[in-house]
């Protein structure tokens, strides 16, 4: 945000720098806040920028807001090298025993923030409306399920 790039530095050409913009676009971003609020914001001369009682005051409630916004973004992109969320599968009980079990069970050991849910049905079963990963029948190989990269990002 340009008003909080400004107040952190100071000066024009360092915030336009750090938004990846032009001193003057930077001053135009401004002057157009300026006037939606109906505020000056800063005080500016050709070798100063300060920020004027009602800039201070919106920077005091706005700059908390913006720092629990890096925050949760910062948390949300440690889930990245992370697989994580919930996986469901559909199986025949034959078929969840003998051959999706083991191949879960050494999953889970391997990525503990992923939960499975296994449905053993033996009826068909919509697929997408179930919210289900993976049918499984009698005759279905599971090999790939270990090698597949997984995440949820719901």
Request: glycine residues 6%; charged residues 25%.
């Amino acid at each position: 945000m340009p008003f909080l790039a400004l107040a952190r530095h100071r000066s024009f050409r360092r915030a336009a720098d750090e938004m990846g913009c032009t001193p003057s676009a930077l001053s135009h971003s401004l002057k157009s806040l300026e006037e939606r609020l109906a505020f000056r914001l800063f005080n500016r001369t050709t070798r100063s920028v300060a920020l004027t009682e009602a800039g201070e005051r919106l920077l005091a409630r706005v700059a908390p807001a913006f720092q629990d916004i890096d925050a949760a973004l910062d948390d949300l992109n440690s889930l990245r090298g992370t697989p994580a969320g919930r996986l469901r599968f559909n199986a025949a009980r034959v078929s969840a025993k003998t051959a999706l079990l083991p191949i879960v069970t050494t999953f889970l050991e391997r990525y503990p923030e992923i939960t499975v849910e296994i449905v053993v049905e033996n009826d068909l079963v919509d697929m997408v409306s179930g919210g289900f990963w993976l049918k499984g029948q009698h005759r279905v190989s599971f090999r790939n399920v270990r090698s597949s990269p997984i995440r949820d990002a719901g």
